[in-house]
């Protein structure tokens, strides 16, 4: 009868562990869901679509395929004040590769009896490569920009100089946010703006830190705070702090106002974004 019994055991143990739909595999199952889900959820929500502003070029992120955007911007400062429409786009030809292009149209307004008008701005291009870390967590970008001087120096809207600048960023994830950091080197020719005389280039520095704020799967918090040295000798120091939002209004669709205020007195007093992004 023991014998039976234990027999009897060793029948059920072994149906059990070859049953493809017991309650053991079950819970296997569900324990390792749960891993899953706790892995996924802890990564902090943000996407391509989140991009920095003043550094979107030299952002630690790609874009998916392509990015559309145009955007109105104001900039109020001491001797001249730019209203313009900006436009870039921006691809992923190959993969972890982004190249792009910018360029803007507006109008100035002076004082001081300089020339002011409507021009085009300066046309921007650029390049980058993607590296991911540290599973997903550390992303990081180097790359380099070139300055066309397209824009129209007689009425402040370009400075009439070839630029060429170099850069490295890194982004890393926390679970309640993104911090970013941005660093560079410009080259600069000799320019001019609003029938200045010769203005000398000079070697110019970049840093920026930033952050990305998820406040729900469509709306996240940006801010930047980003310095620039002069380009031209005698020219001063670029510092801004910049507040924004990044609002999904589909899943391609992005809306994209900020502030911005200058720290120094190469930057605008205030700049006032508006953008609209169209991605995929």
Avoid: H
């Avoid at 400062?77 to 507006?106: M, Y």
């Amino acid at each position: 009868m023991r014998k039976s019994c234990i027999f009897s055991f060793c029948v059920l143990i072994t149906a059990l562990a070859l049953l493809p739909g017991s309650t053991l595999a079950q819970e296997t199952e569900t324990v390792e869901t749960a891993e899953i889900i706790v892995t996924t959820t802890s990564r902090t929500n943000t996407s391509s679509q989140d991009r920095l502003y003043i550094n979107f070029i030299e952002d630690a992120m790609v874009v998916d395929e392509q990015w559309w955007e145009g955007w109105l911007q104001y900039d109020d400062a001491d001797v001249v004040k730019r209203t313009i429409l900006f436009g870039r786009a921006a691809f992923q030809p190959w993969e972890d590769v982004e190249i792009g292009a910018s360029i803007g149209f507006g109008n100035t307004d002076t004082s001081g009896g300089l020339n002011e008008g409507t021009g085009a701005t300066d046309l921007n291009l650029w390049g980058k490569y993607f590296w991911n870390l540290n599973n997903d967590r550390t992303e990081l970008t180097a790359g380099g920009i070139v300055t066309i001087p397209s824009g129209d120096d007689s009425v402040g809207l370009g400075f009439d100089s070839w630029a060429l600048k170099g850069f490295g960023a890194v982004r890393y994830r926390l679970k309640p946010a993104v911090i970013t950091g941005t660093v560079g080197l410009q080259f600069n020719s000799s320019g001019r703006t609003l029938d200045s005389p010769t203005l000398d280039g000079e070697i110019a520095y970049s840093l920026g830190v930033g952050v990305l704020a998820p406040w729900s799967e469509s709306f996240s918090w940006v801010g930047e705070l980003t310095w620039k040295s002069e380009r031209f000798d005698g020219a001063n120091n670029n510092t801004q702090l910049l507040g924004g939002i990044n609002l999904r209004l589909s899943s391609r669709g992005l809306l994209r106002p900020a502030l911005a205020f200058g720290l120094q007195d190469g930057a605008p007093d205030l700049s006032i974004l508006v953008g609209y992004a169209y991605s995929f």
